[in-house]
């Protein structure tokens, strides 16, 4: 069996080296249109920054190890041009001399990725704007960083008595991954760094409230955000300086310009093959991976896979789902009935220490779909029990089904240990599990990794409060049109206050119960929701109508920088 592979990094590599595994006769031959195969595309930020100091640390495997290790045929800078399914051929051309051979293939795999989006705006082509996407593509930006020009060479025509050096700025367009890593990297290196995207948050997987938070968090550490304007044009300015306009009119000068505008599934070879392309612009394949064609599989960024949670078609262009895809479709060609489970988008960001994480569906993403049958929870726990010297919040929210407690996603933000709250969250969401397993889930705890109560049981317990009528919920948005009782102590409120709510410190409250309205909806607010909790079960028991504001007034904060008003 001969076996071709086009696109040679997280996708195809992975498949390859897993189809020699399994076959120790195939004939493989991986192509990759670049110089280099399985290279650390995720890194290319770090690089830039120089986190990552060398280059070689980004090759994972060689063309080499792959020919030596894996007796693969792996072939760099050639490109395959052609698929002719009817006669089974791939036409290659070396990238180099430009020769183009014909090889012939049984099976057919397809991992050619998602190339970024370059929108045809004037002056995109100038000197000094770059995107991140490959090897080649992170040496060439360090390179521009460190030499591009006389004033990021270090100002050799700067001369004269000022001894401080003017800041060298950055502008990255796009707000995704692969802009904000670039623009934390930016700042290491000393640029004075704005982000313009065209949304009205960053990171869109994430809800418009979570994301608030990690914008500020970006903020704070010196990254300036434009948000809701496009870029228009690039103009080339004096010094070498590009000005970077924008639709609403601003400029923003720049030494250096990142786009990260996001990615489009390459689908060049997929059409001309006649493959079917799915709604998304993805190609199309089946849970084996396998395409309208049996005989041809794609894999990684450039196919459409079910959304785990919602069943929908989605683009999800991460790094995991794409390796386990090339494991599947050489399981698959090699007769093992491997299939894919669909996405869940589990992913993470690091940014200045802190972590952005999620998995599953967002709030968002179910109201475009009108499901309603859903209830979210904000919650504050501490990243491990809060006596272990540097525990630190994480603001979590977490979405689950009314009806029958389906754990549906999470987002979570914080400075030490997102991860793993996340990585156990999207397991059980894999698992199916309900928020009464995430009460139930057994992880490990000492105080200085976590909390007998794990923030993973921890947002399963208050959901499942709220699900059997322990804990009624409410959030701002409609707290406000009832009676806000805040429980919290006198202290507290001259640091931050509702002006509007009651406030009966929660160890008065049974003394003081009299002071409270019978006919109306009581919402109980405190600083994260803990003792607003307390608050409402006693309530509830002295016969009123309470409910818990979820994520007290830590919710409030950035449902608060959402729209400026409780509203
Ligand atoms: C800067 C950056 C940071 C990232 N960070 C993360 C992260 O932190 N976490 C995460 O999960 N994901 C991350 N990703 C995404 C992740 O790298 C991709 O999801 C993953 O690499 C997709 O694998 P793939 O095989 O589909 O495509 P790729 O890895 O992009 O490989 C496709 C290859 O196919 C080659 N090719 C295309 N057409 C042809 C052709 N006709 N002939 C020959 N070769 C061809 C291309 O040259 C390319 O090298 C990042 C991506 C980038 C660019």
Request: hydrophobic fraction near 40%.
């Amino acid at each position: 069996m001969k076996v071709i592979i086009i696109g040679g990094v997280a996708g195809g590599a992975s498949c390859a080296a897993r189809l020699r595994r399994l076959d120790e006769k195939a004939e493989i031959l991986m192509v990759e249109r670049g110089p280099y195969v399985s290279y650390a595309n995720c890194g290319l930020p770090y690089y830039i920054g120089g986190v990552i100091e060398k280059e070689s640390s980004l090759l994972v495997a060689s063309e080499r190890t792959f020919r030596e290790q894996f007796n693969v045929d792996c072939r760099v800078n050639c490109e395959a041009i052609k698929i002719s399914p009817d006669k089974k051929t791939v036409d290659l051309r070396n990238v180099k001399t430009g020769k183009v051979t014909t090889e012939s293939y049984d099976k057919l795999v397809l991992s050619p990725g998602a190339p970024s989006i370059r929108p045809p705006l004037p002056g995109i082509d100038l000197p000094g704007i770059f995107e991140v996407r490959t090897v080649p593509d992170a040496r060439t930006i360090r390179e521009w960083i460190e030499t591009g020009s006389l004033f990021l060479s270090g100002m050799d025509s700067y001369s004269g008595f000022q001894t401080v050096r003017p800041k060298t700025r950055a502008v990255v367009i796009g707000g995704g991954f692969i802009g904000l890593e670039t623009a934390e990297n930016l700042v290491h290196r000393g640029f004075d760094v704005a982000i313009v995207e065209m949304g009205d948050q960053v990171l869109a997987p994430l809800d418009q409230e979570m994301a608030r938070i990690v914008e500020g968090y970006v903020e704070k550490h010196g990254i300036r955000l434009a948000l809701g304007d496009g870029v228009a044009g690039f103009k080339q300015a004096a010094n070498g300086v590009i000005d970077v306009e924008t639709q609403s009119g601003k400029i923003y000068p720049a030494d250096v310009v990142i786009l990260s505008l996001g990615v489009r599934p390459d689908t060049t070879l997929a059409k001309t093959a006649g493959l079917e392309i799915g709604q998304r612009g993805g190609i199309r394949v089946d849970e084996q991976m396998r395409t309208s064609n049996p005989d041809i599989f794609a894999v990684g960024d450039a196919v459409e896979v079910k959304d785990f949670v919602t069943g929908e078609w989605s683009l999800i262009a991460l790094a995991g789902p794409a390796n386990r895809q090339g494991r599947i479709a050489a399981d698959v060609i090699t007769g093992r009935d491997s299939r894919f489970r669909g996405s869940q988008g589990t992913s993470i960001i690091g940014l200045f220490g802190a972590a952005a994480a999620w998995t599953g569906a967002s709030e968002k993403t179910l109201n475009r779909l009108g499901d309603k049958d859903y209830e979210k929870i904000y919650l504050y726990p501490n990243s491990h029990a809060g006596y272990y010297p540097g525990a630190r919040p994480i603001a979590m929210k977490v979405i689950f089904r009314k009806s029958d407690g389906r754990f549906l996603g999470a987002q979570a933000l914080g400075e030490d240990n997102v991860d793993k709250r996340i990585s156990a969250l999207a397991m059980a969401l894999q698992m199916g599990a309900t928020i009464y397993d995430l009460e139930e889930a057994e992880l490990c705890y000492a105080p200085q990794f976590g909390s007998a109560k794990d923030p993973v049981n921890f947002s399963g317990m208050v959901a499942a409060g709220v699900l059997r009528g322990d804990m009624p919920l409410s959030h701002w948005k409609t707290a406000k049109a009832g009676f806000l009782l805040d429980v919290r102590e006198p202290a507290e409120l001259a640091v931050e206050s509702v002006p509007e709510a009651v406030h009966i410190p929660i160890g008065q409250l049974r003394a003081r119960l009299a002071e409270l309205p019978r006919d109306r909806e009581i919402h109980v607010i405190c600083r994260s929701g803990q003792r607003a909790y307390y608050a409402t079960r006693m309530l509830l028991q002295k016969g009123f109508n309470a409910k818990t504001v979820s994520g007290g007034l830590l919710s409030l904060a950035h449902n608060h920088l959402l729209d400026g008003s409780l509203n």
